[in-house]
C-alpha cells in the first residue's frame, strides 16, 4: 500500500503564476487535509476535504487560494497570482474514515521568486 | 485562542539517556493529542494517540502521559539513539467533533554518540 503521494516536490513560480499542488491520499482514505509549514514555524491547518466535498475551509485564506478533491483524481491545492509570502512546504495528509490518525506525504516546497 | 508550547526548540541529550519533551495547551479542552515525528524535508510520521480519559500510552521505547487538569503531555524515550534525533511534534484535535489537527512548533532532539 503506497504512502500519500504528492507531486510535484519542489516548485518554482514567479509572482504573479499559479501554483497547482497534487496529493493522492493512500488508498482507502477518503479524508485530505491541507497544511502550510513554514520555516521555523509549526505546521497550520488550511483545509479539510472528503470526497467532492469541502468540509473546513477555516485555515485557508480567502482569496487566491482553493481546494477540490474530485471523485476520481487527486486532491489538488490551488494557489492563484502566488506572492513570496506564499513560499512554504505544504503538506498533504489523508485518513480512512472515524479514524483520528493522519498519515502525511512528503510534502510540496514551494518557493515564489 | 487556543495555544501549544513545546517545552523547547532544541533539546540534546547523551545516548542511552531518556529524552522527555513537553507539550502544554491553553484554552480548549482536547478530546485526544497525538504525536509525530518529522526528519528535515520529510512528512510528519504519526507516533503514538492519547486520548482524554487514558494516563498513559506506551509502544516500544516511546511513553506518552496526559494530564488533563495540567493541560500537559509528556512524551518520553527511552534508551535514546541518534537515530531517534528528529523533530517531534505534538497536535491536538481542535474538538466540537473536527477532525483537523492544531500542531506545536516541535522540539528538536539531538541523541549525542
Known amino acids: 500500500n503506497a504512502g500519500v503521494m504528492q507531486n510535484p516536490r519542489h516548485l518554482v513560480r514567479r509572482r504573479g503564476q499559479e501554483a497547482r499542488l497534487r496529493c493522492s491520499p493512500m488508498k482507502g482514505h477518503s479524508h485530505v487535509y491541507w497544511y502550510r509549514q513554514l520555516p521555523e514555524e509549526g505546521l497550520k491547518f488550511m483545509v479539510y476535504?472528503?470526497?467532492?466535498?469541502?468540509?473546513?475551509e477555516s485555515g485557508m485564506p480567502k482569496e487566491r487560494f482553493s481546494a477540490e478533491f474530485p471523485k476520481e483524481g487527486p486532491s489538488i491545492l490551488r494557489i492563484q497570482q502566488v506572492v513570496r509570502g506564499d513560499s512554504a512546504a505544504y503538506f498533504c495528509?489523508?485518513?480512512?474514515?472515524?479514524?483520528?490518525?493522519?498519515?502525511f506525504g512528503p510534502g510540496t516546497r514551494l518557493l515564489v521568486l | 485562542s487556543q495555544k501549544i508550547e513545546q517545552n523547547s526548540e532544541a533539546l540534546n541529550i547523551q545516548e542511552g539517556k531518556t529524552a522527555t519533551l513537553t507539550c502544554n495547551y491553553t484554552n480548549y479542552s482536547p478530546a485526544y493529542l497525538q504525536w509525530y515525528r518529522q526528519d528535515p524535508g520529510r512528512g510528519p510520521v504519526f507516533l503514538l494517540l492519547i486520548r482524554e480519559n487514558e494516563k498513559e500510552k506506551r509502544k516500544e521505547r516511546l511513553k506518552v502521559t496526559f494530564d488533563t487538569t495540567l493541560k500537559q503531555s509528556l512524551f518520553h524515550i527511552t534508551a535514546s539513539q541518534p537515530a531517534d534525533s528528529a523533530t517531534y511534534l505534538c497536535?491536538?484535535?481542535?474538538?466540537?467533533?473536527?477532525?483537523?489537527?492544531?500542531f506545536g512548533t516541535g522540539t528538536r532532539l539531538t541523541v549525542i554518540p
Open positions: 497536535a491536538l484535535d481542535i474538538g466540537a467533533g473536527a477532525n483537523n489537527l492544531f
Open positions: 495528509a489523508s485518513s480512512p474514515p472515524l479514524v483520528e490518525t493522519q498519515y
Open positions: 476535504l472528503q470526497k467532492e466535498n469541502i468540509i473546513d
